[in-house]
């Protein structure tokens, strides 16, 4: 079974310039997440999605972040523009359905360098 | 909101000596609880999780870790720790209620010797 996908797998951009991340999550995941992880620190709850539909997006900087998930399948996490500060690693998981027992599946993330 | 700490942030312990990394949550009500790990180069995994049931729970590659509601710890143990299980271990505990999402701790660094 493939497990989540996401590309690139590095981007580097200089500040201001937009920047777009792409994730497909395990086949058959109705509940995708897009966590933001800085260097000596877990990850972080950006957003989190219910098929296409973002149920929990409280800790999305909207001012500059944005995120869609069209058809409720691949998710695309938008930063324009980008600032120094986004440097990070920006991870896809997935799940069967958000709540109860269900695991959450972790892609290989992206690791964005802003200079 | 809940929090998980994670008191050790670097680790580093010889082949076959046994391995304890604390864990403790704030969050006062039904918790689910997991223990995820990153090796070099790698994903986020998941090793183990607590839902209910017996407090001890097994994991793969030897690991188990332990729910002590009162203490509100959740601690990763391993008997003898190998070369092969140098990574990051992260700690997350989910609340039933609300958004259900998962809140990380900041990792512990695990080095094993040769």
């Known amino acids: 079974e493939a497990g989540v996908v996401q590309s690139p797998r590095y981007k580097i951009i200089e500040k201001k310039q937009p920047v777009a991340f792409w994730c497909n999550p395990i086949?058959?995941?109705?509940?995708l997440y897009w966590y933001l992880q800085n260097l000596g620190q877990g990850p972080e709850l950006l957003i989190r999605y219910e098929n296409e539909e973002a149920v929990d997006d409280s800790q999305l900087p909207k001012d500059r972040f944005s995120a869609e998930r069209l058809k409720g399948v691949d998710s695309t996490l938008k930063i324009q523009p980008a600032e120094l500060g986004d440097s990070a690693v920006y991870l896809c998981a997935s799940s069967q359905t958000g709540y109860g027992a269900d695991t959450q599946y972790f892609g290989p993330g992206t690791r964005l360098t802003v200079l | 909101a809940q929090s998980v700490s994670q008191h050790n942030h670097h680790v580093i312990l010889s082949e076959a000596a046994s391995l304890e990394l604390g864990c403790n949550y704030s969050?006062?009500?039904?918790?689910?609880l997991f223990w995820y790990v990153q090796y070099p180069g790698q994903h986020l995994q998941l090793l183990l999780k607590?839902?209910?049931?017996?407090?001890l729970v097994k994991g793969i590659k030897g690991f188990e870790a332990e729910f002590i509601k009162s203490k509100f710890s959740f601690n990763l143990r391993k008997p003898s720790v190998q070369w092969s299980d140098t990574a990051e271990y992260f700690c997350a505990v989910k609340d039933q209620t609300g958004a259900n999402n998962l809140f990380f701790g900041t990792g512990t660094r695990l080095t094993v010797i040769p």
């Open positions: 969050y006062g009500g039904t918790v689910n």
């Open positions: 607590y839902f209910s049931g017996d407090p």
């Open positions: 086949s058959g995941h109705n509940t």
